[in-house]
């Protein structure tokens, strides 16, 4: 047990209409101990989806596990990245043999490559996809920057900011879509227009925006929240006018939007989630309609606020006044449908 354990072990929910499928189209698996502390791998993650809800298939988001050791003497640097993809997909066989249960982890896999090698990228995207044993959906390429250095962006991110403009790597981009792959954006909620602009650029390329574009609440975003609310929301709402553009509901466990939740004696329950996030999570399904929008755990990263089953309860709450075919949608059909997953 972790101190992180023993904070959430304090709070245990049973998993609200228990019988509902789940794709969770966001969660890592890694080994990361000098940067994260811990291990996240299969078994981990089988223990915190196992409070009952109903998870069918997952998608892994790529998160550097992994990656190929790269030679000094020659070998290429841009090629590490099918490493993760390699150790994923082991994971995924692991999970289809059915030996620990029902779930699908990883039915889909997100990697990455780095599309600032232009047209070269092309080479990359044949190895992820080759490496993915038919499980390999498309990439992510971290965007996340802000001019405040207290901002904690990834690993990939651009110094300069505004990396959606740049020419080559829209050349990068522009690999994507023939190779049937979509394309996963992580950035801070002042970047939203610059995905809309890309969105526009190229329509026929599937564009999944992660985390609802996460509204920062941190440093010098910190006690501004409404103004910050009205700027994303407006944004929001311009983006949802691009039919390539699909969002991931969630992520708001972060510590990055502020809402302090991971600060509390004891772990916030369902309600007290629902409450928080209601504003932000009913404002994309308004903007996008169920059909573009799926829930995500985004776990291990939110559980340093809440746990798994209590996660999916607030989601579950959160929608209990949509339809049947809603919540469909919501928690399972969009994500296998952006992601080509198929159940077994």
């Known amino acids: ?135 390999f959906r498309g990439i992510r390429h971290s965007t996340a920057h802000d001019e405040d250095g207290g901002i904690i962006g990834a690993e990939h991110t651009s110094p300069q900011g505004r990396l959606f403009y740049d020419e080559t790597f829209r050349q990068g981009f522009a690999q994507l879509a023939p190779l049937g792959l979509s394309f996963d954006a992580w950035f801070y909620h002042p970047q939203i227009p610059e995905l809309t602009d890309l969105a526009q650029a190229f329509p026929e390329t599937p564009i999944v925006m992660d985390h609802v574009g996460a509204p920062l609440g941190i440093g010098p975003y910190a006690g501004r929240r409404d103004e910050i609310f009205a700027g994303w929301s407006r944004d929001i709402t311009a983006l949802a006018q691009c039919p390539n553009v699909h969002v991931k509901l969630g992520g708001l466990a972060m510590k990055l939007t502020g809402f302090g939740h991971h600060k509390l004696d004891v772990p916030p329950s369902s309600e007290v989630l629902a409450e928080a996030w209601k504003p932000y999570l009913l404002h994309c399904i308004e903007a996008f309609g169920p059909e573009r929008c799926m829930f995500e755990s985004n776990f291990p990263v939110d559980k340093a606020s809440c746990a798994y089953t209590t996660l999916w309860n607030a989601f579950k709450r959160l929608a209990a006044g949509f339809s049947a075919s809603e919540k469909a949608a919501l928690f399972h059909d969009t994500a296998a449908r952006v992601y080509r997953i198929q159940e077994t």
């Not at 502390?37 to 409070?51: A, K, P, S």
């Open 1 to 135: 047990m972790t101190p992180l354990d023993d904070w959430l072990a304090q709070l245990t929910e049973v998993a609200l209409a228990p019988d509902l499928p789940i794709c969770d189209p966001h969660h890592h698996l890694w080994d990361q101990r000098e940067t994260f502390v811990y291990r996240y791998l299969l078994d981990d993650f089988l223990t915190d989806i196992g409070g009952g809800h109903n998870i069918v298939s997952t998608v892994f988001m790529e998160c550097e596990a992994f990656y190929r050791a790269v030679d000094p003497s020659g070998g290429d640097p841009y090629m590490a990245p099918v490493g993760e993809t390699e150790f994923v997909n082991g994971m995924a066989a692991m999970s289809a043999s059915g030996r620990y249960g029902k779930t699908q982890v990883a039915a889909a896999i997100v990697g990455f490559a780095d599309l600032r090698l232009g047209e070269r990228v092309k080479d990359v995207l044949g190895a992820h996809v080759q490496a993915g044993g038919g499980r």
